[in-house]
C-alpha cells in the first residue's frame, strides 16, 4: 500500500524559507519519479516541481524556478521541497506525488498517489 507524508508546512513570511518532506512507503522509491503539486484557496491544483527517479534532473514551473529546490534521498524514501523568497503567491495546500514512471517530462505527468498535503501560509 503506497503511503505518502508530507511535512514541513506552516508559516513563514514574505522573503522566508520552508523545506517540506515527503516520506513515501508501499513501493520501490528509487524506481519512480516524484513531483510536488499545490492548490491556494479558491484555485486549481498546480504542479510545482518533478525529480527523476535517480536525480538525474528535475524540473519546475515558471512561477517558483530560481526560489524552489526539489530534491530526493533514495536511501530514506523521501522527496524534499526547499523554498526560499516566499511569496505571498506561494499560499497553498502542498502535495506530493508518485508519478506513473521514472522520468518527468512536466505538469502533463501521470501521477498514482498522493499525499494529505501540508499547508504553507506566508504572510506578514
Known amino acids: 500500500q503506497v503511503q505518502l507524508v508530507e511535512s514541513g508546512g506552516g508559516l513563514a513570511q514574505p522573503g522566508g524559507s520552508l523545506r517540506l518532506s515527503c516520506a513515501a512507503s508501499g513501493f520501490t522509491f528509487s524506481n519512480f519519479a516524484m513531483s510536488w503539486h499545490r492548490q491556494a484557496p479558491g484555485k486549481g491544483l498546480e504542479w510545482v516541481s518533478g525529480?527523476?527517479?535517480?536525480?538525474?534532473?528535475?524540473f519546475y514551473a515558471g512561477s517558483v524556478k530560481g526560489r524552489f529546490t526539489i530534491s530526493r534521498d533514495n536511501a530514506k524514501n523521501t522527496v524534499y521541497l526547499q523554498m526560499n523568497s516566499l511569496e505571498p503567491e506561494d499560499t497553498a495546500l502542498y502535495y506530493c506525488?508518485?508519478?506513473?514512471?521514472?522520468?518527468?517530462?512536466?505538469?502533463?505527468?501521470?501521477?498514482?498517489?498522493w499525499g494529505q498535503g501540508t499547508q504553507v501560509t506566508v504572510s506578514s
Open positions: 506525488a508518485k508519478n506513473g514512471g521514472a522520468v518527468v517530462v512536466g505538469p502533463g505527468d501521470v501521477t498514482t498517489d
Open positions: 525529480i527523476w527517479s535517480d536525480s538525474s534532473d528535475a
